[in-house]
């Protein structure tokens, strides 16, 4: 088989909290890649439509949503914008899970509504980097949409001719897996993300899931669903004893999505817990930041 191992530093920084910090592991951090099994082949800048997104300053010094970098809502905004809203038209692509042992697991890729016979490239935007970065080149597909090594002369090569490629990555709880095809003249993409082990919280049928957007949890994205539509809504949220509380209102779709900063000044790691409170449910999550060892 052709495998690709994409690994998460585990090694995270001790932060401060501060938003020019924020800025700089986003730029600074990178993720291991294991150069023996994937071709490695630079920074790829996509052509993403930036979504709008909901910031609140969470638990730290800045008290108002202009004070928010423009780094940080950005990054919220291509992690939304990553999915079938960027992909060509009628066009998916699916992460398949394969296997898992303890936090290692393996995928393949599924593309459908893009030609099999066209050469494509993986692209992975893990959380360590600012922007997607190329992961293997000469990728084409089989009958089937599966991602795979052909073996041509102008293909990546595997241990055997039409060798499926597999994925291994080692991702955090909360941590996005985000994965792309891109055909060389960039005409044909497909996007997909998935969070392997997701932190989530559920009250009679509401769930709410904080999903990590930097390696040590400066920028977290809170999503609800399953409120009713349009119903009010109470955020509160408590980070090593600084709390904070917003009101605000699930979307027609019953849903609710807003990133947040949960880091307190001058502690190096904890966890914040957010509550989503409506008159039918309140569903909580508790996530951790700071350092990881």
């Known amino acids: 088989m052709a495998s690709c191992k994409l690994y998460s530093p585990r090694e995270n920084r001790s932060r401060k909290g501060s938003l020019d910090d924020l800025e700089v592991a986003t730029l600074l951090t990178s993720a291991r890649y294991n150069r023996r099994m994937c071709r490695l082949i630079g920074p790829t800048v996509l052509p993403i439509a930036l979504l709008g997104a909901q910031l609140i300053s969470g638990q730290d010094s800045v008290r108002s949503n202009a004070d928010v970098p423009d780094a940080a809502t950005n990054l919220v905004r291509m ?5 079938a809203g960027t992909s060509t038209p009628n066009a998916s692509l699916t992460i398949k899970e394969l296997s898992r042992s303890g936090r290692t697991i393996k995928f393949n890729l599924i593309a459908e509504g893009v030609a099999k016979d066209g050469i494509y490239s993986i692209v ?5 980097q600012k922007q997607p970065v190329g992961v293997q080149q000469g990728v084409t ?3 089937t949409g599966l991602a795979i090594c052909a073996g041509t002369p102008t293909t990546c090569r595997g241990d055997k001719p039409n060798d499926p490629i597999d994925l ?3 991702p955090v709880p909360g941590e996005p897996v985000r994965i792309g095809l891109v055909s060389a003249s960039g005409d044909i993409k497909v996007f997909a993300k998935i969070v392997p082990f997701p932190l989530r919280g559920e009250d009679r049928g509401c769930t709410i899931e904080g999903v990590l957007l930097t390696p040590g949890s400066e920028l977290v994205l809170i999503e609800g669903s399953g409120f009713s539509a349009n119903t009010e809504l109470t955020m509160d949220s408590d980070s090593e004893g600084e709390r904070h509380s917003q009101k605000s209102k699930a979307d027609a779709d019953g849903r609710y999505v807003i990133a947040i ?6 502690v190096a790691g904890g966890n914040v817990k957010v509550d989503l409170k409506s008159a039918k449910c309140s569903p909580s999550v508790r996530i951790p930041w700071g350092r990881r060892n």
């Open 168 to 170: 291994v990555l080692q």
């Open 261 to 266: 900063l949960p880091y307190k000044q001058g």
């Open 79 to 83: 992690h939304k914008a990553w999915g």
């Open 141 to 143: 597909l089989d009958a």
């Open 124 to 128: 992975a935007w893990p959380v360590t």
